[in-house]
């Protein structure tokens, strides 16, 4: 059900459903009552003609003339019968199709029509009783006949109307469809924001989205454009405190230094946190091979001395949801700690398994031990002191995939060093 065209068809559907029972129990109940009322007035006038056509003599013996005013009064199991008595109900005359059949029995099943009458002769006045039988049988077959019809027709104009609900419902939902299509062209960085012209309905959410989208967007960029002014406002006097403090050798400006850098990279790492945008569903996907190829190349300039070889293995269609410059942070710490700590070789991978995209990265290096671990993932944390940095590489790459909903392992690798692996949502 949590398709919006499922639930509303499903509705309709339960709509007309209950519309059509209704209907056919209406009119299958208004048709039994009207052709039973039709069956008991011929009935009626049925036995007026009975009444018409008998002939009484002086001493009260009834007779009729060979042709009945109803032809199915002289067939043999036509359903019709009739019979006159008299006071002491004692049979004057019955009609040729109640031949064969017992006075009385299944009287219960029948439509009856009777009156009795003073009938005057010669000898003074002979009271009769004039009864006109029908089987039911006849109504039954009628109201089957007619119900098997109302059904069919009925059924015929519920698939019609449930069809022409369907078309309504699609035609109805189409703008949802656009806005849903455009969105997705978002996602995937083939627009930037709603363009299509939507109906008076849809118009303030459209407007709406499209408006949160250009301020969050204003505003991670003035977000990102302060904090970029504030470490370049920064850079320059800690500069020159660093400069002034290495001139002189005296234990307080050793003690001062110490400070300072510890200032520098808290400083360098909070920028940094605050400057992850996170994970976005309206972000484009981005490519990870050029990304990761364009940061090997550039590690391998710096690091020429070492000459370290580099693979990269990339399945095709690994893409990143989210800001470039977090991905460029997270694999360029994760590279360039590899290129430091290796020996000759570097091996990085990535690769989608499911919904989630996994990145590798191993070292031939000397590894990193399971007790150190959490010692490395925390600011400031280092593995080697001799080996340049500000230990917050690591930590700065943890707070990234975090906030993207990910996690980041430490793993031997079959390199013989230490293999750091991400996984992010996809």
Known sequence: MNSLTLRVGLIA??????????????????????ATHALEERLQAQLFMLMGTVEVDAGGAVSMPERLPDARLTLPDSGLQAHVTDARGRILWRSPSALGLPMGVGMEDRFLARMTVDWET???L?????????DRSGLEAQLSEYRRSLWGWLAVLAVLLLAAQSLALYLG??????VARELRAMEQGDQGQITG????????????????????????????????????????????????????SDTDSRQAL??????????????????TSGRSALAAPLDVAPVMQRLADTLNKVYRDKGVAFSMQVQPGSHFRGNEGDLMEVLGNLLDNAWKFSRHRVRAWAEHRGRVLEIRVEDDGPG?????????????GR??????????????????????????RVEDSELGGAALVICLPG
Not at 16 to 34: M, N, P, Q, Y
């Open 258 to 275: 110490e400070q300072l850098e510890r200032m520098d990279r808290i400083v360098a790492y909070q920028l940094q946190r605050a400057a």
């Open 173 to 178: 939902l189409m703008p949802l469809r656009r």
């Open 197 to 248: 012209h939507y109906p008076a309905e849809l118009k303030p959410l459209t407007d709406n989205l499209n408006t949160l989208i250009q301020q969050e967007r204003a505003q991670l960029a003035r977000y990102r454009d302060g904090l970029a002014d504030l470490a370049h406002s920064l850079k320059t006097p800690l500069a020159v405190l660093r400069g002034s403090l290495e001139q002189r």
């Open 368 to 380: 990193i031990p399971a007790d150190r671990v959490p010692a490395i993932l925390a600011r400031g």
């Open 13 to 34: 559907a339960l709509v007309v459903a209950i519309f059509a029972g209704l209907t056919a129990l209406a009119l299958e109940r208004a048709f039994r009552d009207s």
């Open 122 to 124: 010669p000898g003074g």
């Open 126 to 134: 002979v009271p009769l009783t004039f009864t006109v039988m029908e």
């Open 383 to 408: 593995l080697d002191e001799e080996v340049p940095g500000q230990g917050i590489g690591l930590a700065v790459v943890s707070e990234i995939v975090t906030a993207y909903g990910g996690d980041l």
